[in-house]
């Protein structure tokens, strides 16, 4: 998130270097067995595309040898087994026959072909996108901290596109070209060596030219996806925080930041398309050289060899005349689907670091199949049902900067505990700890006695409901943010919210429980927001409950109407409460005081305020405010 935190009033100009690092992460032959498990899944059509290779090369490498007969039958020449004997008629009409048969086998099998081979792409896509989505959203929160979510969409779209389009563009018809290569080098051997081998060879310096290109135009071309990336995050960026751009009038100046990094794609783009140019150009050349070179050699040969046993006829000279296209036509072919395969490549190549990405927060049985995890229902049929314990717990975000340092203490089952201290003190870590979603750095977290790192995510976070000050919406109505993809029957829902007494704002809605909730609940106000957090954390009864701020955003005739709510629902549960308004969690059982990272207080309302420590002066600043 460079650009809205960048300390500097001066806009960055164009030439700002690049950071992106060019990483060669895997082979372009291990890149490509990680398609395999993809395509094997649509092994079939695959096989069947593959297939159609065979009568598609096989007719296309006869086409040039019917040509060259018929020049030689005209000419009087000598010609294949099957011609002799023949009437000059007969023998053409019969060469046409098969030029016809051959041309509708090509016709016919090529619209086949790129058919299937494009439904297999299809799948092969849908396939990684679903994998990336269901392992993205696996990642730890540590990921995200430090993976701008535009970086992540290019990976999820573009490069995810660009693999398709190696499939609809035709680029794996590579395969294709390849055989062709093949069956074009064997009938020209067999009709001529010398001129075969003239031809072949120089295939050799243009293959060394398009490596050397292949290589160049694959490094612009991660560079320039990179680029891409930088370019959405940036985009993603301003959409998110339109208010305070607006507000801060940055509208310029964050024009200038953008307008940057996208002469920095633009630059890197045009790399890509200087190499891509530059192997379509040298094919030309090399390819109207090579007929040229083999039209001068074969005249040579004709006249050295005339009237001699292995005299060359006019026929395979016209032959080899037309083979000498078609060997530089796969080559062509190669070039223009290069683009497409390397940019397909490039797209593996993310793709892949994407997925290599560890999963960091596992559930036991992934980890180490010893005994059955307790489920949510055994967590709390269990004798000390809602009890929490930090032993020697310490965390970094990262490195060696402990935000928590060996916190230890013991919430009772049924106790109502508050965390109090300055901000930064490490008061959300502790809830984020205890929900999993990142690991302790040291120590061990218990809940019922069980290590959480014993339990299945899923039972945990049954076990624990969690508000936080942002309650996130989601696309959907009413109904459906409270319920969050489980199965819940309406009037579970509502009664849920009867219960957090969020009942009336929802009937107030146009569409009660209906009602459409726009992305990131934009149609709805931060308090409306906090209420669903309520009910959708009622619903699923949760054994202890935990708040972040999450008071914070009502106001006070709401917050009243909560309380009431939340004394019916903390009967019988745990409950954690992060409140800056120590007035709010005067009633609580014990408070927790934190001071960077350690736990320095712990007890009642009262007795911390006769102890006179941190809780006291932070209370009677409060109420001198
Ligand atoms: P507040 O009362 O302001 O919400 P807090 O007590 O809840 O503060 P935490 O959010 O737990 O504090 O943060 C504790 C420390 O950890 C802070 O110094 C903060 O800078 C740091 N921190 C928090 N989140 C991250 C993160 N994702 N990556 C790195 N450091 C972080």
Redesign the pocket.
């Known amino acids: 998130m460079r650009s809205a935190s960048a300390p500097s009033s001066s806009v960055p100009t164009a030439s700002t270097p690049s950071s992106v690092p060019v990483r060669t992460v895997e082979s372009d032959w291990r890149l490509f067995l990680r398609l395999v498990p993809y395509a094997r899944r649509s092994s079939k059509t695959l096989l069947l595309s593959l297939l159609l290779l065979v009568p598609l090369s096989i007719a296309g490498a006869i086409q040039p040898i019917l040509v060259g007969q018929a020049i030689s039958l005209i000419r009087g020449e000598e010609t294949i087994g099957f011609l002799t004997g023949r009437s000059l008629m007969e023998g053409l009409n019969l060469l046409t026959w098969i030029l016809f048969i051959t041309i509708a086998i090509r016709l016919a099998f090529r619209g086949i072909q790129g058919y299937l081979v494009q439904e297999v792409g299809q799948e092969i896509t849908a396939a990684i996108r679903e994998d990336l989505f269901r392992h993205v959203t696996d990642l730890a929160v540590r990921f995200f901290?430090r993976t701008p979510v535009g970086k992540l969409i290019t990976r999820l779209t573009s490069d995810v596109e660009a693999l398709g389009d190696v499939f609809s563009t035709g680029a794996i018809g590579i395969v294709n070209d390849l055989f062709s290569l093949l069956v074009v080098c064997i009938t020209m051997f067999w009709l001529q060596p010398t001129l075969a081998l003239m031809l072949v060879l120089t295939l050799f310096p243009v293959t060394a030219l398009i490596l050397y290109f292949q290589h160049q135009y694959r490094k612009a071309n991660y560079r320039s996806r990179e680029e891409l990336s930088l370019l959405n995050a940036t985009l993603q960026e301003n959409i998110l925080g339109i208010n305070v751009v607006q507000i801060f009038r940055r509208q310029r100046f964050n024009s200038e930041l953008f307008r940057a990094t996208n002469d920095r794609y633009i630059r890197e783009v045009d790399k890509t398309i200087f190499h891509d140019s530059a192997i379509s150009a040298t094919l030309e050349w090399v390819s109207l050289g090579a007929i040229a070179l083999v039209l001068w050699a074969g005249g040579v040969l004709v006249f050295k060899t005339a009237g001699t046993p292995e005299a060359l006829t006019f026929g395979t000279l016209a032959s080899f005349i037309l083979f000498s296209q078609r060997l530089f036509d796969p080559l062509r072919q190669l070039a223009e689907k290069f683009t497409a395969i390397q940019s397909g490549l490039t797209a593996v190549e993310r793709i892949a670091e994407l997925l290599n990405e560890p999963i960091e927060i596992k559930d036991p049985g992934l980890v180490q199949a010893t005994v059955q995890a307790p489920t949510a229902a055994t967590l709390k049929a269990a004798e000390r049902s809602g009890e929490i314990r930090f032993e020697d717990v310490s965390f970094a975000?990262?490195d060696q900067d402990y935000?928590l340092k060996n916190l230890n203490f013991t919430i009772q089952p049924g106790e109502k505990i508050a965390l109090v201290?300055p901000?930064?003190?490490?008061?959300?870590?502790?809830i984020r700890l205890l929900c999993r979603l990142y690991e302790p750095t040291s120590g061990q977290i218990l809940v019922s006695g069980h290590d959480i790192r014993s339990l299945r995510q899923q039972d945990l976070r049954r076990y624990i409901g969690v508000i936080l000050q942002d309650g996130f919406i989601f696309s959907g109505d009413v109904a459906s943010n409270i319920s969050l993809g489980e199965t819940y029957p309406l009037e579970k829902i509502i009664e849920a919210a009867q219960l957090t007494n969020v009942d009336s704002f929802i009937q107030q809605l146009p569409q009660g429980y209906q009602t459409l909730l726009r992305q990131r609940g934009t149609n709805l106000s931060a308090g409306q927001k906090q209420l669903l957090a309520f009910a959708r954390v009622a619903i699923r009864d949760p054994q202890i409950l935990v708040m972040d701020e999450a008071t914070a955003n009502l106001d006070v005739g709401t917050e009243a109407l909560i309380q009431e709510a939340l004394d019916r629902l903390l009967r019988n549960r745990t409950a954690i409460i992060?409140a800056?308004r120590l007035s709010t969690i005067r009633n609580v059982d014990r408070i927790l005081v934190?001071k960077q990272?350690q736990l320095v207080e712990s007890g009642r309302h009262e007795v911390l305020l006769e102890q006179g420590g941190l809780y006291a002066s932070l209370y009677r600043l409060q109420m001198l405010t």
């Open positions: 901290d975000y990262k935000v201290g901000t930064g003190a490490g008061k959300s870590t502790v992060i800056h934190f990272g």
